[in-house]
């Protein structure tokens, strides 16, 4: 087993550009350190790279569906058909609808658990997102959540329900748990709600972090194969800035490491996947600073990964 990295260079989910540009200087890391693999074939980008600034209810979501059906979710599948751990580096946090498909279908005949590490739910639907900005609705695609509105047009309806189908099997909301989970919409929170999807908040996570994590492990015995995904915009906005969706009262760099490592050991090789998603380097606000801090979170999960696997 290898680790390879997955690096998705896309950014036109998300109400501002940027995150392309971490993701290529977190794959040049990579390259530079040799801390992992990253065949140039893993590294992709979309052929339509420009912002929908409408008021689309589901933006951009043509080009996105053909970038993620055709190239991410098939890309993630070869990576875990070699038998290799896959370590996404992915621009906005939409991806994860494709790359957590990928694994399905990879795998299927493996339950998939998701960890979702982020300040966001990101589990709207075009039917509730007051944006329409796609970077807020992977879960909701995941999931297979529909709805209706006369805000949506039939066109757009469909690509999401494609989205939603690039997996014949969407993801038991049951199977979902978030950390770190401290601004949400009204929609959302309904989806949340009728789902009993469980919330693990900074102050749980600050409080008692071992209890947390049991928790987690309870909630997901079921799974045997566990997708980690990591929103940087978890870490609170005082210490990290470069992000487009900065939260105040967020974990710190040291919790954040200290979940991630309770997480690695209490899975341990159930974990297939482990993404990181969201730093955006080009921001007026950004800092050197935050890469570095993006590097040594990225070269502590590498170490962990092979730690977990045994591998060199």
Same mark, same amino acid.
């Given at each position: 087993?290898?680790?390879?990295?997955?690096?998705?260079?896309?950014?036109?989910?998300?109400?501002?550009?940027?995150?392309?540009?971490?993701?290529?200087?977190?794959?040049?890391?990579?390259?530079?350190?040799?801390?992992?693999?990253?065949?140039?074939?893993?590294?992709?980008?979309?052929?339509?790279?420009?912002?929908?600034?409408?008021?689309?209810?589901?933006?951009?979501?043509?080009?996105?569906?053909?970038?993620?059906?055709?190239?991410?979710?098939?890309?993630?599948?070869?990576?875990?058909?070699?038998?290799?751990?896959?370590?996404?580096?992915?621009?906005?946090?939409?991806?994860?609808?494709?790359?957590?498909?990928?694994?399905?279908?990879?795998?299927?005949?493996?339950?998939?658990?998701?960890?979702?590490?982020?300040?966001?739910?990101?589990?709207?639907?075009?039917?509730?997102?007051?944006?329409?900005?796609?970077?807020?609705?992977?879960?909701?695609?995941?999931?297979?959540?529909?709805?209706?509105?006369?805000?949506?047009?039939?066109?757009?309806?469909?690509?999401?329900?494609?989205?939603?189908?690039?997996?014949?099997?969407?993801?038991?909301?049951?199977?979902?748990?978030?950390?770190?989970?401290?601004?949400?919409?009204?929609?959302?929170?309904?989806?949340?709600?009728?789902?009993?999807?469980?919330?693990?908040?900074?102050?749980?996570?600050?409080?008692?972090?071992?209890?947390?994590?049991?928790?987690?492990?309870?909630?997901?015995?079921?799974?045997?194969?566990?997708?980690?995904?990591?929103?940087?915009?978890?870490?609170? =906005?005082?210490?990290?800035?470069?992000?487009?969706?900065?939260?105040?009262?967020?974990? +710190? !760099?040291? *919790?954040? $490491?200290? /979940?991630?490592?309770?997480?690695?050991?209490?899975?341990?090789?159930?974990?297939?996947?482990?993404?990181?998603?969201?730093?955006?380097?080009?921001?007026?606000? =950004?800092?050197?600073?935050?890469?570095?801090?993006?590097?040594?979170?990225?070269?502590? +999960? !590498?170490? *962990?990964? $092979?730690? /977990?696997?045994?591998?060199?």
């Amino acid at each position: 087993m290898n680790i390879q990295i997955l690096g998705i260079a896309s950014d036109i989910a998300g109400g501002r550009l940027g995150q392309a540009r971490g993701v290529e200087i977190l794959c040049d890391y990579v390259r530079e350190s040799k801390i992992a693999l990253l065949d140039e074939n893993n590294y992709l980008s979309p052929a339509h790279k420009n912002l929908d600034t409408t008021n689309s209810k589901a933006k951009n979501i043509a080009h996105l569906y053909d970038f993620y059906s055709q190239r991410v979710s098939k890309c993630m599948e070869s990576i875990l058909q070699k038998g290799d751990f896959a370590l996404i580096l992915s621009g906005d946090h939409s991806s994860a609808l494709a790359s957590v498909q990928g694994l399905q279908n990879a795998m299927p005949n493996e339950t998939v658990g998701i960890v979702w590490i982020d300040a966001h739910a990101d589990i709207h639907t075009p039917f509730t997102s007051p944006s329409g900005n796609m970077h807020g609705m992977p879960l909701g695609a995941l999931i297979g959540a529909g709805g209706s509105s006369d805000e949506v047009s039939d066109i757009e309806s469909n690509y999401w329900d494609k989205l939603s189908s690039i997996s014949k099997d969407s993801i038991n909301p049951s199977h979902i748990v978030y950390c770190g989970l401290r601004s949400f919409e009204e929609g959302e929170r309904r989806i949340i709600e009728s789902n009993n999807i469980p919330v693990y908040s900074v102050e749980n996570i600050m409080d008692n972090m071992q209890k947390c994590v049991d928790s987690i492990l309870e909630n997901l015995n079921s799974c045997t194969k566990i997708y980690i995904s990591l929103d940087i915009d978890v870490l609170d =906005s005082g210490v990290f800035q470069s992000t487009g969706c900065n939260v105040e009262n967020g974990l +710190s !760099i040291t *919790s954040l $490491k200290e /979940l991630m490592s309770s997480l690695f050991r209490a899975f341990g090789d159930r974990i297939a996947a482990l993404e990181f998603s969201e730093f955006n380097p080009a921001l007026p606000y =950004s800092t050197p600073k935050d890469t570095q801090v993006m590097k040594d979170l990225l070269a502590f +999960s !590498i170490e *962990s990964i $092979k730690t /977990l696997h045994s591998l060199n």
